[in-house]
């Protein structure tokens, strides 16, 4: 076996895959040579076990700039926050069926223990811990795991689409609420296969919860334009609208409280400065009607930032998931996106509705890949791979729940069958030479 004498690369290959080197060359300057960079790239040098030291050459890059990326720091890395309400699930899960339990537990406890958001950092580790119990308090009010935390019957199936989080938890709202059953009715008594109109409605359903892919408001001026696909996905069923709702009232409720709690944990000298002067308005300082009446809005504002205040805002509004962002404490490190509600309507930047993308249903209907690609604005590559996420899904539907039922011939069982099958021919057909 031979050796690679020189590999000649962009900055990419520092980031990519494990292959150090004796050397490294950074031939000419570009503006995306920054300290990140050079420390990556720099650090290839030297070969663990083989060289005492590693080289680094610059070439026709300024001396100065040298200098400067030399002694620069590595920006600071901030962890994400670590937790969502699947993940708790699994590791639960994980430490209740795994062989080795004390094994299994010490793993989870790592993944809980050890986030970089909250490595030396006492308040960020609270916040996370509140989190957690919060995760564990609507867990077992659901029913997705009983008062010794085992998880119960629909653990499997909400693990199973983690990735879809929240649409994985609103399925099974709407499973437990007895909505499918009421959608799915054989042609005939005693038949086990229903109409194509069924079919289509679960689609729709599960396009709504797993197939969110959204076009601009500015797609509209098309409507109507379109040969095969109808492209605008309609929204769900009023029932299925309605258990909706329900369920994000429900959502609201628990991680609203959770918001309240973990308020007390807020850096509020921080909260009382000014975003990019860092002045400090405290009152102590500062002498204006404005500071005053922002530090006298303390009533009900425990958890919503000081300038909220100004709007006439309490903490009730932080039982609104959408005002998260705007209104909660800025150090308290949570956003919307932790909380798993889902919205039924999306909006850009500057408040015009944003429409779902009907691919899945469109596909169910025409079969087409083609019609994919031209109406629905879809790659042909991109295409396949987000059929076959979609269909995946339908999968895991199917097979948890004939798991689960103990009744072969439960309606929904059979349903969702009936569509695993149906969609996964329609998608071998369209892809012949794809493994799905």
């Not at 150090?20 to 720099?42: G, H, I």
């Not at 005693?190 to 709504?208: D, I, R, Y």
């Not at 892919?213 to 500015?218: G, M």
């Not at 083609?370 to 790659?379: G, I, S, T, V």
Request: aromatic content about 10%; proline content about 3%.
């Amino acid at each position: 076996m031979g050796y690679i004498r020189v590999v000649t690369a962009t900055g990419t290959l520092a980031l990519g895959i494990n292959m150090p080197c004796k050397s490294v060359v950074f031939v000419n300057d570009s503006v995306y040579l920054d300290a990140l960079n050079y420390r990556q790239m720099s650090g290839r040098a030297g070969r663990r076990g083989q060289d005492v030291l590693g080289n680094v050459f610059f070439f026709t890059i300024p001396l100065p700039k040298v200098k400067r990326l030399m002694k620069s720091d590595v920006p600071h890395l901030k962890g994400q926050f670590p937790l969502s309400i699947s993940l708790v699930l699994r590791l639960m899960l994980l430490a209740a069926k795994a062989d080795d339990k004390e094994n299994a537990s010490a793993k989870a406890l790592s993944v809980l223990k050890h986030s970089l958001m909250s490595f030396k950092k006492p308040s960020e580790t609270k916040m996370v811990k509140l989190y957690f119990l919060f995760c564990i308090h609507f867990l077992i009010h659901e029913g997705y795991m009983d008062q010794t935390c085992n998880p119960l019957d629909w653990a499997g199936l909400v693990t199973h689409l983690h990735y879809h989080e929240p649409s994985n938890f609103v399925f099974v709202s709407f499973l437990e609420n007895g909505l499918f059953h009421r959608l799915c009715k054989s042609e005939s008594e005693g038949s086990k296969m229903f109409s194509q109109s069924v079919m289509e409605t679960l689609v729709l359903v599960l396009a709504n919860l797993f197939g969110r892919s959204y076009f601009n408001s500015s797609m509209l001026s098309l409507k109507g334009t379109f040969k095969q696909s109808k492209v605008f996905l309609e929204s769900l069923p009023d029932d299925f609208a309605a258990a909706l709702e329900d369920y994000n009232s429900k959502i609201s409720a628990v991680f609203g409280q959770y918001l309240l709690a973990v308020s007390h944990l807020a850096n509020y000298e921080q909260e009382y400065k000014l975003p990019l002067s860092q002045i400090n308005f405290s009152g102590e300082e500062c002498d204006s009607e404005l500071v005053n009446h922002l530090m006298n809005c303390t009533k009900r504002r425990s958890a919503i930032t000081p300038f909220a205040c100004l709007s006439g805002n309490t903490d009730y509004d932080l039982f609104t998931a959408a005002n998260v962002d705007s209104l909660l404490l800025q150090t308290v490190h949570v956003s919307q996106k932790h909380i798993p509600v889902l919205h039924l309507e999306k909006t850009d930047a500057c408040g015009r509705k944003l429409l779902l993308n009907a691919y899945a249903l469109d596909f169910f209907k025409h079969g087409s890949k083609d019609a994919l690609e031209e109406d629905n604005r879809f790659y042909r590559g991109a295409a396949f791979r987000i059929l076959q996420d979609f269909s995946l899904c339908i999968a895991s539907i199917s097979v948890s729940l004939k798991e689960m039922c103990e009744d072969e011939d439960d309606p929904v069982v059979l349903a969702f069958e009936q569509l695993n099958t149906l969609y996964r021919e329609k998608l071998d057909t369209a892809y012949p030479r794809r493994r799905i």
